[in-house]
């Protein structure tokens, strides 16, 4: 084979696979963000409200916005937010499938819950049993996501000190609690 021929074959074989690899790649770029989605219906829905900018209804009174302008659903993400606005706590919302094996979605529930006391912070899971698409949890602080994605339980336990952490400094600066909280504040 001739070295010409070698070269337009490894030339067409390198823009395969780039397009191959652009072609597996795109649905990433372009996937909905769950996040930006619910800011944007929290705009919208609050957008007669002209006494409060956009970043005071997503940020300031976050939690005001959302009741007013998308409500609560009744989904484990829902109602970990909503848990989130009612409580100065975590809300965690855990989408259990069957990946989690012989571990109930109540034990590990508890495991969250106990770690995240054992940090000073109170929570409540909302879980969602037989998901389809295998096991997930989100974290919610005074009505926002922790996390810009959900994880998997195992990626979430160690997350647990940071989680806490970032909830005290959110709900002490909103004014939401007065004090740092430790592990022996916790009811």
């Known amino acids: ?20 690899l652009t072609v597996l790649l ?6 909905a963000d769950l996040k930006e989605d619910i800011d ?5 829905g609050n957008a007669a409200d002209t006494s409060r900018t956009d970043h005071e209804k997503l940020f300031v009174y976050r939690c005001e916005s959302i009741a007013k302008a998308i409500g609560f659903s009744e989904t484990a993400s829902g109602r970990a937010t909503q848990y989130s606005c009612d409580q100065p706590g975590v809300g965690i919302a855990l989408y259990a499938g069957s990946d989690l094996g012989k571990h109930p979605p109540e034990k590990i529930a508890q495991y969250f819950k106990d770690e995240l006391a054992g940090h000073g912070m109170i929570s409540e899971v909302f879980i969602k049993p037989d998901h389809a698409h295998g096991s997930s949890m989100a974290f919610y602080i005074n009505g926002d996501s922790y996390l810009s994605d959900p994880v998997r339980p195992s990626e979430a336990a160690k997350l647990i000190e940071a989680i806490a952490a970032e909830a005290k400094l959110i709900l002490l600066t909103k004014g939401r609690i007065k004090e740092w909280p430790t592990a022996s504040s916790v009811p």
């Not at 084979?1 to 191959?20: P, Q």
């Not at 795109?26 to 996937?31: A, C, E, I, R, Y």
């Not at 944007?40 to 919208?44: L, T, V, Y």
């Open 40 to 44: 944007r219906a929290i705009i919208k």
């Open 26 to 31: 795109w649905p990433l770029s372009v996937q």
């Open 1 to 20: 084979m001739s070295d010409v021929v070698k070269r337009n074959a490894l030339h067409g074989y390198g823009h395969c696979c780039a397009v191959l």
